[in-house]
């Protein structure tokens, strides 16, 4: 399947048989970039297409994402001669449409659906033209843009995670970093494991173990009168026993539940008594 390019009247100009999706940096939105690469007909004369708009979709939804900006010259010429165009469109999504993207891919492929529309003028004639069509970006297109349009540097709830000059904190930030990764490549085990080695690195930088172990204590048998840095130690204790299970064969992770982890890992790491990232 492809876009077609034409008018009312059935006449076909050319068409969009494949396009890729590139990530941009933002200030507060996350920014795709999305190259569709056109192909004329057999015109006789030739073609300009003006107007060009192009919205996204989530394939089989109906669902619209965004709508896109044209970048450059906003009018295609087309000749006898021409082959391939490439006619790029600025996106801007929000963490919530990443979200939503991200789940509707199952960490695979996605599969979008493109709408373009505009005009065309041929042979001393104008005409409107509007066309959709699915295309499918392979996971690992996908995964980077991810990665060039920051999406590593925040969860969705976004609890930064600055980049640092100490090693201690840069460390955590790269474990950090994977267990993303893992996440988008659809690897939840691995996303839980490496939270687990996460508070354990933070223990051995804390040297905090026995306090930890003191505070499962009082839990036990004096809990009233736990102070707060005791209670954040137990909860660090109680994430790290349920991430045990994700270095040991049994239950397998969902993707909602690593990503639930992964949030809850950072968010507790990042208080300075019991975690490092400040």
């Given at each position: 399947m492809s876009i077609s390019i034409g008018g009312c009247d059935g006449s076909r100009?050319?068409?969009i048989r494949d396009i890729s999706v590139h990530g941009v940096t933002g200030c507060g939105v996350y920014g795709l970039y999305m190259i569709?690469?056109?192909s004329a007909g057999n015109l006789r004369a030739e073609a300009f297409l003006s107007q060009l708009q192009c919205r996204i979709e989530l394939a089989s939804t109906t669902l619209s994402l965004a709508n896109g900006f044209i970048e450059g010259n906003p009018v295609v010429r087309w000749t006898q001669h021409s082959e391939v165009e490439?006619?790029?469109?600025?996106?801007y999504l929000s963490a919530s449409q990443i979200a939503a993207i991200e789940s509707h891919r199952c960490s695979g492929d996605i599969r979008l659906g493109v709408w373009l529309s505009g005009e065309a003028v041929y042979e001393g004639k104008t005409?409107?033209?509007s066309d959709k069509s699915e295309y499918v970006i392979p996971k690992q297109q996908w995964i980077e843009a991810l990665n060039a349009m920051n999406y590593q540097d925040s969860l969705l709830f976004e609890l930064p995670m600055p980049k640092s000059d100490n090693s201690v904190e840069e460390g955590v930030r790269q474990l950090f970093e994977r267990?993303?990764?893992h996440i988008c490549n659809g690897n939840y085990q691995e996303c839980v494991g490496l939270c687990r080695q996460i508070i354990e690195y933070v223990e051995i930088q804390h040297e905090d173990k026995q306090a930890a172990a003191e505070a499962i204590k009082k839990y036990r048998d004096n809990r009233q009168d736990m102070t707060a840095l005791?209670?954040?130690l137990f909860l660090r204790e109680s994430l790290k026993n349920l991430l045990h299970l994700g270095s040991h064969h049994g239950d397998e992770f969902s993707r909602l539940q690593a990503q639930a982890i992964l949030g809850m890992t950072l968010s507790l790491?990042?208080?300075p008594e019991v975690g490092i990232l400040k």
């Open positions: 100009l050319g068409d569709l690469k056109a490439q006619i790029g469109f600025h996106f005409q409107s033209f267990a993303q990764a005791q209670r954040m790491l990042s208080s």
